[in-house]
């Protein structure tokens, strides 16, 4: 009888660990993935933006963030005062100043939900107006 009680809370345990680790969404288990920007990731523009935003698929944390905008030649051209929106912690953005036609780099580094680093970046172009 006391094997038979053992074998079973073997059985469960083993079940409960695979609905726990491979049944569970991996959404939750995932890290933020940049899901939004302003201006548009890979995108051409004629009139220079105010700010650059960039929306995650989870909020992110407040602490360690940075978001940088540099030209073509390397070189920072934002205002260095990054944000985070109070009301969606998922949104980070920065000033920057009017910009001339240039292709423009933006690096961002996150902090997710679950503690992990997360870092990336995307281009974006202003043209000359017509």
């Known amino acids: 009888m006391a094997r038979c009680s053992i074998f079973f809370s073997m059985n469960l345990l083993i079940c409960l660990f695979f609905i726990t680790f491979l049944i569970l969404p991996e959404a939750a288990l995932a ?9 548009e990731k890979d995108s051409t523009i004629t009139t220079s933006p105010k700010q650059v935003d960039v929306w995650f698929n989870e909020h992110v944390r407040s602490a360690f963030k940075s978001l940088a ?11 260095k005062d990054i944000e985070q929106e109070v009301l969606d912690p998922s949104h980070i953005y920065i000033s920057i100043p009017q910009l001339p036609p240039d292709t ?3 690096r961002y580094r996150v902090i997710s939900a679950d503690t ?5 970046k995307f281009d974006f172009t202003v043209a000359e107006s017509d």
């Open 116 to 120: 992990h680093a997360v870092s990336g």
């Open 104 to 106: 423009y780099t933006v």
């Open 31 to 39: 890290h933020a993935v940049m899901v939004k920007s302003v201006p």
């Open 69 to 79: 905008v540099m030209n073509s030649a390397g070189k920072r051209v934002d205002n």
